[in-house]
């Protein structure tokens, strides 16, 4: 490969979207924006001078919107929690489910929310309620991104059904897949 010897003026979309995401997670940990925008300048991937102080501008309100829109979801401590769920006829499935805050899953992104991202959400949220035989948890989801249509922040809201509905779609997820890896999935028309 090349290297690009010209001085960017601009961020492509993939560049300006790694900058925001780096910023955002660092900023859910408690790092400092100064020390953030720093960094970021050291990192000499920004335009320079003025451009490159305008992009990390622009970047930089957005993540402190999606850090005031997800704050509250991040009051407990985050932790991993270890998920094996017999689905009958052979089928299990194991795994770890990361940054459940209480009983709480979340997932904050600089990206905007898609069906992506509330998909792979739910079949988490689906194995930690399944794995939970004593259903004493009320499992939620909450997924934070870039707004659209002129809000700041986009927030999903999901609720996992019990223990056995959640391990009935999980074996119908699963048979989807396997459906899928042997022929074309139907297209409802």
């Keep these: ?15 300006g979207w790694y900058l925001g995401e780096r910023m955002l997670s660092a900023r859910l940990t408690g790092a400092d924006p100064a020390d953030l925008r720093a ?3 050291r990192r000499g991937t920004l335009p ?9 501008d622009e970047v930089e309100r957005t993540v402190e919107t999606l850090v005031r829109a997800a704050r509250n979801d991040y009051r407990l401590p985050p932790r991993a929690v270890d998920i094996a769920v017999d689905l009958g006829a052979g089928r299990r499935i194991t795994g770890t489910v990361p ?19 509330r998909l792979g ?33 986009w927030r999903c809201e999901l609720t996992a059904p019990a223990a056995p509905q959640a391990r009935e779609i999980l074996r119908d997820l699963t048979a989807l897949r396997d459906l899928g890896l042997t022929q074309p999935l139907p297209i409802v028309t």
Excluded: M, N, Q
């Design 1 to 15: 490969d090349e290297v690009d010897d010209r001085l960017p003026i601009e961020l492509d979309g993939l560049a």
């Design 99 to 117: 940054e459940v805050h209480g009983d709480v899953l979340v997932r904050t992104t600089y990206s905007r929310v898609s069906a992506k991202h």
């Design 121 to 153: 959400a739910w079949v988490a949220l689906l194995a930690l309620a399944a794995g939970d035989d004593t259903g004493e948890r009320s499992w939620r989801a909450v997924i934070t991104g870039r707004g659209r249509f002129g809000r700041p922040a």
């Design 48 to 56: 320079p001078a003025g451009l490159g102080g305008a992009v990390l």
């Design 39 to 41: 960094a970021e300048w």
